[in-house]
């Protein structure tokens, strides 16, 4: 299992993709973004995926997406 972080540009595309997630069955959880990671909304999702992550969540684009 791989964790990842995801950052975004507003605070809405992060609970998109938030609930992207948990409709896939993917353990998700909202939260403040590291300080050591810089992001547009202070608001990024961290979840856990079995392979490398590569979705398309249609409503939300993602500013980045961390491999932690």
Do not use: Q, W
Not at 4 to 25: G, M, P, Q, V
């Amino acid at each position: 299992m791989n964790s990842y972080i995801a950052t975004f540009f507003s605070h809405y595309d992060a609970l998109i993709f938030f609930e992207f997630l948990r409709k896939k069955n993917i353990s998700a959880k909202l939260m403040p973004v590291p300080r050591k990671i810089s992001a547009s909304c202070g608001t990024c999702v961290s979840f856990t995926a079995e392979a490398d992550f590569k979705a398309c969540c249609k409503g939300c684009e993602p500013e980045a997406i961390y491999k932690i």
